[in-house]
């Protein structure tokens, strides 16, 4: 499986930007989506993420009521919403892929076994 992040970009605070993560298949054990952030000197970071079925989803504290995660399995493609962005968003962000079943918790980057390459959003203030 190989995963294509896009969409990042230079905004300012307050704007809004739309990442995208195309899977390059989807198999009987793909699980669930998720994003992750790295900002520079920094350790990763969960963001949010979704189960590829029912599409229930979990997120992050910080970023709750400012990112949305959604699915579109027809395109088996993930999308992150951010709005409000604010210079602390500011980060490479990736999006990973669990597969049969999370070990560690959505929230742990150990239970994702595919990851994109990443893409940078960087909010000025």
């Known amino acids: 499986v190989q995963l294509q992040a896009s969409g990042g970009g230079l905004v300012q605070a307050g704007d809004s930007l739309r990442l995208s993560c195309a899977a390059s298949e989807r198999t009987f054990s793909s699980y669930a989506m998720g994003w992750f952030r790295q900002a520079p000197g920094k350790e990763r970071e969960f963001v949010t993420a979704?189960?590829?079925?029912?599409?229930?989803?979990v997120s992050a504290d910080s970023v709750k009521d400012r990112f949305t995660i959604s699915i579109d399995n027809a395109k088996n493609t993930v999308y992150l919403q951010m709005y409000s962005l604010k210079p602390e968003d500011t980060a490479v962000y990736y999006c990973?892929?669990?597969?049969?079943?999370?070990?560690?918790?959505?929230?742990?980057?150990?239970?994702?076994?595919?990851w994109g390459q990443g893409t940078l959003v960087t909010v000025s203030s």
């Open positions: 990973a892929e669990v597969m049969a079943y999370p070990v560690y918790g959505l929230g742990n980057a150990g239970s994702y076994k595919y």
């Open positions: 979704i189960r590829w079925s029912g599409g229930s989803t």
